[in-house]
């Protein structure tokens, strides 16, 4: 082969074709963010690996050590059992310390020792683990005696710890009785008198680290006690042997109070770490008395465990507050709290620890040494907080309104309902009398103490002394939680228990007297003419009454305070609406006098304290006054003189009016409910027997009158902020806003004008209701065609009567027949023969429901209907001459009005009211018989009322709860019926204008005569009569001559009802109308001085007179006496 010279460059030869390249397709360049992305992402990768690497191998590590401790921990198990079970072993304490509890501790922390496998083994070996330490702690030998380690020296001393607790039931009598010597050290034998002191310091160091929060020692205690149950359920229901349960409870008991009896604490130390945790786990435990045996209660009732707990509860209560709340939170079980909060567990705890009594007897004592200065500002400090929680979950006390009564705790009942049994049960010393006088007494006694401390300066002492005010504090909070957690029978037990106090109530409107009149203020001077006018007004009645009993009989006792109480005022200065009493005042100085500076701010201005004392008071004495007779209150003058009531009738009548009127109180609606319903009950008991002057309940509003429709207006605005049925705790306002009927005429007024607008029928026309009655059945008819009507039956209706004979009778309706149907359904369905309805009594005319209704199938439909019938005669103007029992108009009665009711009844509580002998002789118990239908029917009065005696204590809360049942409870269904009937006509916030007889007044027209004239100018003539007619002449003079009754029977005798309208006859509908009744006599007849012979007659439903046209005044009367007495209207024609 041939090579090329060097340097000669050979030239290849021409390609013929494209070259081909064997290397694939050439890369395309990557962009910079696609690189940076890769490079991140390999990055990551790699920064996985190397953790899942790290990961496996701490896995492996952890699993390695789990596997290894597990192995030793068997191993070393194994070999401690076999220790302990050597034969003849040396028991020292180094050994003990060494060999025994080092090796223990190890393995019995372990989780794989608490396996199913292992738990067994384990808890075996605890067991003879805590035997060895005790017997090494009883053992006289120092060198065996393990606790020698702590007097021995520094390097055998050691530092306690927290370790985790377990739940080892079958352990926990061992260990909880080696935690009891470990902080004892007069149980360590062989201490000798110089190690005592060492001993000492190392118990008060480990008793320190008990109370400390850090030791989780009372959260363990809290958790223990909480799942006990009710002892006396524990004893039957319990697994565990009593020995042991209790030798576990009192070792645990034991332990919670280590701190309080500590040497420290005997030399003062400072405890408030203790007492903040015993009070925050401990005394928050739902009933936690019942919770422990009953040996173990003096304990800790011990006053020195009672008073630091207190004391630190004031000294911090907003951080023990702020714990008891964390608690509440954390949703930690408490045994049964259910809805209530723990820190009213803690009021019900503290209430029965500081307290021993007996339900049975009702006595009791505070516990020895008690500070009650101090008992009492812990309960009002935890009351007001527990009041703080129930604002803020106001959802939680809405379902306590629709609970049934807890009374009785059944097997099926909710948690919720028991817990409130239990806790108002922990509340029973509060409304036992005894509480209330010891409180009292010591308020006496310290303020005695501190006149004599003043005289003498070397005695004065700077510890608070305990005040009334405190204690009214203290019944303040407690009506108030009565009243939200006890929804059966509210605060009742709290205000019998205030109301029967003797000297209670006196107390304390001394205090508030002061308050409201000024320190230099003891007496109202009242003006001379009202003073005597009232006094001398109760003294005639109650002579008088005085004089019918003894005429009637003289030889019974009680027969004669019945007829005295029965006996009712009639005499027209008692009421009388038509005239304006404004303007019957003698001169300005009463008004004044009577309108109390102290509270004519209304009850926003006045100051906490002030607020306090009124709510308790006007809650107590409301509670008083319906059991309070009236030989009590006029005669006797209990617990008030007549001055004194009308100074608290005065002082209550401002502050409610002057609230009233600024549109003020939502923010102490509590404040304006209890005083309005004592205001109330002092108004209705004055209207029945006066004690108070007119002008007293007209002061407030001496300064101005507000227009009718103004004030009209104004009523309704005020009354539709109010939910549901509230209307009778609004004060009675009828002299305060103006003369009420005015104002009720104004409403219906508004209220026609309103419905016309809506398009409404409210005259006679197309669109009015027909109805057809049958003469013979008018009730039936009325109730089938009526009843179902509801508020509808305020249009006008359109009766048709059928007579007896089954005919049509002529006529057309224009307000005449609808008016004769009202009074005749009335006369017939109010008639005591039909069965719905009877009189009080003999002596009372008002109409109360039959007993007898209940039997029949629509009897409280057809009292409900008549309530609507009621209803419709006062929207129309229809006056009915019948008059309603209070009761039946949703007034609460007075124990005085049992006496028209039942007088055998009345006679018999108030011989046993003022029975000097032992009541309990007498062997009655809180119940009641009934007779009905031929049956025996047995009411409990009250709860379990079967199985309480009357005593002396509680006979006036068997006196009120009898009265209670007879005048409110027994005839609340009727009641209810009928308020809801008239209430669909008639809105309950007119009727709270009235009281019950200015309601009846409104009904059935005003009381005693009529004024003539004021007939004449309303009367109407038809049938050629004018007033200038002769005979018409003549009627007004002869009318003018008659008596008051004569004249009362005329107006029956036309209008079927012997009153004239309230508010005059302008008022009266159909209008009074004489017709002309043509007589022609014969010319010789009319010469020899013969007059006509017809008699008058009477057109009722339309109040239509048919008068003759007599000559002579003599024939007139004559015709006209004779008509009106026979009673009869058309026959005469």
């Given at each position: 082969m041939s090579v090329p010279p060097a340097g000669h460059r050979q030239v290849p030869p021409p390609l013929l074709h494209a070259m081909v390249s064997l290397r694939g397709s050439s890369a395309r360049e990557i962009t910079r963010d696609a690189l940076l992305q890769k490079v991140s992402e390999e990055r990551q990768l790699r920064s996985h690996l190397r953790r899942a690497a790290a990961a496996a191998l701490s896995i492996q590590r952890v699993w390695r050590r789990y596997s290894v401790i597990r192995i030793v921990s068997e191993q070393l198990h194994e070999e401690w059992e076999a220790l302990i079970n050597q034969p003849d072993i040396n028991l020292t304490k180094q050994w003990i310390s060494s060999m025994m509890l080092r090796p223990f501790l190890f393995f019995v922390t372990q989780p794989s020792s608490w396996y199913k496998g292992q738990q067994d083994k384990t808890l075996n070996s605890i067991s003879a683990c805590f035997k060895i330490i005790l017997n090494s702690i009883n053992s006289m030998d120092a060198s065996k005696n393990l606790c020698s380690f702590a007097v021995g020296t520094p390097e055998e001393r050691c530092n306690h710890s927290c370790c985790k607790d377990g739940n080892m039931v079958q352990i926990t009598d061992t260990a909880m009785r080696l935690a009891v010597s470990l902080t004892d050290c007069k149980t360590w034998k062989k201490i000798t008198s110089k190690d005592t002191r060492a001993a000492d310091a190392s118990v008060e160091s480990l008793i320190e680290f008990i109370g400390a929060n850090q030791s989780g020692t009372y959260s363990c205690l809290r958790r223990y006690i909480a799942n006990l149950g009710s002892h006396a359920l524990e004893k039957k229901n319990s697994s565990i042997s009593t020995d042991d349960q209790f030798l576990i409870t009192a070792s645990a008991v034991t332990i919670a109070l280590r701190p309080f009896h500590s040497m420290r604490a005997g030399r003062g130390a400072d405890l408030n770490g203790a007492s903040k945790e015993y009070f925050t786990l401990i005394l928050t435990i739902p009933d936690l008395c019942k919770r422990l045996p009953p040996l173990l209660l003096p304990a800790i009732k011990h006053i020195s465990i009672l008073q630091p707990s207190l004391d630190i509860l004031l000294i911090s209560k907003d951080k023990i507050f702020e714990e008891i709340t964390k608690l509440e939170k954390s949703g930690v079980s408490s045994g049964g709290s259910g809805t209530i909060p723990y820190c009213g567990w803690a009021l019900g705890n503290l209430v029965t620890l500081a307290t021993e009594h007996d339900d049975l007897s009702n006595s009791g004592c505070f516990v020895q040494g008690l500070d009650c200065c101090l008992y009492v500002d812990a309960i009002n400090c935890v009351s007001q907080s527990l009041l703080k929680f129930f604002e803020e979950n106001k959802e939680m006390l809405l379902s306590f309104g629709d609970s049934v009564d807890t009374s009785f705790i059944k097997e099926n009942d909710t948690s919720d309902s028991c817990s409130r049994t239990l806790f108002m049960d922990l509340l029973k010393p509060i409304y036992q009398q005894w509480h209330l006088r010891k409180l009292l007494v010591l308020v006496k006694e310290d303020a005695v103490c501190k006149r004599q401390n003043n005289h003498d300066p070397d005695t004065q002492t700077h510890s608070r002394s305990l005040k009334l005010l405190d204690i009214v504090c203290f019944y303040y909070h407690m009506l108030r939680i009565f009243s939200l957690l006890n929804p059966s029978i509210g605060s009742l037990p709290i205000l019998n228990m205030l109301s029967f106090t003797p000297g209670f109530l006196v107390d304390l409107?001394?205090?508030?007297?002061?308050?409201?009149?000024?320190?230099?203020?003891?007496?109202?001077?009242?003006?001379?003419?009202?003073?005597?006018?009232?006094?001398?007004?109760?003294?005639?009645?109650?002579?008088?009454?005085?004089?019918?009993?003894?005429?009637?009989?003289?030889?019974?006792?009680?027969?004669?305070?019945?007829?005295?109480?029965?006996?009712?005022?009639?005499?027209?200065?008692?009421?009388?609406?038509?005239?304006?009493?404004?303007?019957?005042?003698?001169?300005?100085?009463?008004?004044?006098?009577?309108?109390?500076?102290?509270?004519?701010?209304?009850?926003?201005?006045?100051?906490?304290?002030?607020?306090?004392?009124?709510?308790?008071?006007?809650?107590?004495?409301?509670?008083?006054?319906?059991?309070?007779?009236?030989?009590?209150?006029?005669?006797?003058?209990?617990?008030?003189t007549l001055e004194q009531q009308r100074k608290i009738a005065s002082s209550l009548n401002t502050l409610v009016y002057s609230t009233f009127i600024q549109n003020g109180g939502s923010s102490r609606k509590p404040l304006i409910d209890v005083t309005v319903r004592c205001l109330n009950l002092l108004y209705e008991r004055d209207s029945r027997h006066k004690f108070c002057p007119i002008s007293l309940w007209l002061a407030p509003a001496r300064n101005g009158r507000i227009p009718i429709a103004a004030a009209a207006r104004a009523h309704e605005a005020a009354f539709a902020t109010l939910p549901g049925n509230q209307f009778s705790g609004i004060p009675i306002r009828s002299s305060v806003l103006t003369t009420i009927p005015h104002m009720f005429r104004e409403f219906i007024e508004l209220d026609k004008a309103s419905r016309r607008v809506t398009g409404e029928v409210s005259g006679p026309g197309p669109g009015s209701i027909e109805i057809v009655i049958r003469r013979g059945h008018i009730v039936e008819d009325g109730y089938r065609q009526l009843n179902c009507l509801g508020s509808k039956l305020k249009s006008c209706i359109h009766v048709s009567f059928v007579s007896e004979c089954g005919l049509p009778e002529a006529g057309l309706d224009y307000g005449g027949l609808s008016k004769e149907f009202l009074t005749d359904l009335s006369k017939a369905a109010f008639s005591p023969e039909y069965g719905l309805f009877s009189q009080a009594s003999a002596s009372d005319s008002s109409l109360i429901p039959s007993n007898s209704a209940k039997l029949l199938d629509n009897g409280i439909d057809m009292i409900e209907f008549l309530g609507r019938v009621v209803g419709k005669a006062l929207y129309e103007g229809i006056l009915l001459d019948y008059c309603f029992s209070p009761k039946l108009l949703g007034r609460y009665s007075f124990l005085d009005e049992l006496s028209t009711l039942d007088s055998e009844l009345y006679r018999s509580l108030m011989q046993l009211k003022h029975y000097e002998g032992d009541v309990e002789d007498l062997c009655l118990d809180f119940t009641l018989t009934e007779e009905l239908g031929g049956r025996r029917i047995v009411h409990e009065l009250r709860p379990g009322g079967k199985n309480i005696s009357v005593t002396n204590e509680n006979k006036l809360h068997y006196v009120h709860a009898i009265a209670d049942y007879k005048l409110n409870r027994q005839i609340l269904p009727f009641a209810n019926a009928f308020y809801r009937g008239l209430g669909d006509l008639i809105l309950p916030s007119w009727l709270s204008l009235f009281n019950a007889n200015e309601f009846n007044q409104l009904l059935s027209g005003g009381l005693q005569d009529f004024d003539v004239d004021d007939l004449r100018n309303n009367t109407k003539y038809t049938g050629g009569y004018t007033e200038s007619s002769r005979s018409v002449k003549l009627f007004w003079e002869v009318i003018k001559g008659f008596k008051p009754t004569e004249r009362c029977m005329l107006l029956k005798f036309v209008t079927s009802c012997s009153r004239a309208p309230l508010l005059g006859f302008k008022y009266l509908q159909p209008s009074f109308t004489i017709h002309k009744v043509p007589c022609d006599v014969t010319l010789w007849a009319t010469i020899g001085g013969q007059d006509v012979d017809r008699l008058p007659s009477a057109s009722t439903c339309y109040n239509t007179l048919k008068l003759p046209t007599y000559k002579r005044s003599s024939t007139l009367r004559s015709k006209l006496l004779y008509a009106i007495s026979s009673n009869t209207g058309f026959e005469l024609s």
């Open positions: 409107w001394g205090a508030l007297e002061i308050s409201i009149f000024g320190q230099a203020v003891h007496k109202l001077q009242e003006p001379k003419h009202e003073r005597e006018s009232a006094t001398s007004s109760s003294g005639e009645h109650v002579s008088s009454m005085r004089q019918r009993r003894n005429f009637k009989d003289t030889s019974n006792k009680w027969s004669n305070v019945f007829q005295k109480i029965t006996g009712k005022s009639n005499d027209a200065e008692d009421t009388n609406l038509v005239d304006n009493p404004l303007n019957s005042e003698q001169n300005g100085e009463a008004l004044i006098l009577w309108d109390i500076e102290a509270m004519r701010q209304g009850s926003e201005c006045i100051g906490k304290d002030l607020m306090q004392m009124l709510y308790l008071f006007c809650a107590t004495y409301g509670h008083l006054l319906l059991v309070l007779d009236d030989i009590e209150f006029y005669e006797k003058q209990v617990p008030f």
